[in-house]
Antibody
Framework: EVQLLESGGGLVQPGGSLRLSCAAS????????MNWVRQAPGKGLEWVST????????YCADSVKGRFTVSRDNSKNTLYLQMNSLRAEDTAVYYC???????????????WGQGTMVTVSS | EIVLTQSPATLSLSPGERVTLSCRAS??????LAWYQQKPGQAPRLLIY???NRATGIPARFSGSGSGTDFTLTISSLDPEDFAVYYC?????????FGQGTRLEIK
């Protein structure tokens, strides 16, 4: 069974940092692109970042560029999101999501974790 | 950035009814459009990918169509479990973008 389990969320002050993790199981992690998507309270979905299967290529939304960094450790089946210089508008549930196919880089997201809440507030 | 506009924002319908949700892109996304369902307190679930392909385990009452800039998600006969928020998403161009969502409510 495919499982994605996020962790690392919490309350942080503006300007602070957090690192989110997403532990994957039930599939060959190293062959799929992975993604982060966030959802502010009561709002819609916002794509945050994508990383290729081998980690060589990454894309980030303009809203987080220069502040957030996506990475992965295929030996640990884990995806990461390093978040620096956090702002109040980064407050959201952060989901990790698996690309649907090994043959496309920006696939639809066929499996999602349960999400981890990040609150940026003083 | 490709903007996806979903309509209507909210729909109130009864179980058993047929419903069609719309998603319009600000420029062509070819067939690189997906649909997701999200229930309160849950993660989104992939329903349709590449405009018309049902994801694994998705009931046949869900169907998608369209290409270019205009897309639809049709639910042929609403089940009580289908009342949720639906989002479209394009993967044609970076950044990946989502529509603002359509809320499907029980009438």
């Amino acid at each position: 069974e495919v499982q994605l389990l996020e962790s690392g969320g919490g309350l942080v002050q503006p300007g602070g940092s957090l690192r989110l993790s997403c532990a994957a199981s039930g599939f060959t992690f190293s062959t799929y692109a992975m993604n982060w998507v966030r959802q502010a309270p009561g709002k819609g979905l916002e794509w945050v970042s994508t990383i290729s299967a081998n980690g060589d290529s990454t894309y980030c939304a303009d809203s987080v560029k220069g502040r957030f960094t996506v990475s992965r450790d295929n030996s640990k089946n884990t995806l990461y999101l390093q978040m620096n210089s956090l702002r109040a508008e980064d407050t959201a549930v952060y989901y990790c999501a698996k690309g649907r196919s090994t043959s496309c880089y920006s696939c639809a997201f066929d499996m999602w974790g349960q999400g981890t809440m990040v609150t940026v507030s003083s | 950035e490709i903007v996806l506009t979903q309509s209507p924002a909210t729909l109130s319908l009864s179980p058993g009814e047929r419903v069609t949700l719309s998603c319009r892109a600000s420029q062509s996304v070819s067939s690189y459009l997906a649909w997701y369902q999200q229930k309160p307190g849950q993660a989104p679930r992939l329903l349709i990918y590449d405009a018309s392909n049902r994801a694994t385990g998705i009931p046949a009452r869900f169907s998608g169509s369209g290409s270019g800039t205009d897309f639809t998600l049709t639910i042929s006969s609403l089940d009580p479990e289908d009342f949720a928020v639906y989002y479209c998403q394009q993967r044609s161009n970076w950044p990946i973008t989502f529509g603002q969502g359509t809320r499907l409510e029980i009438k």
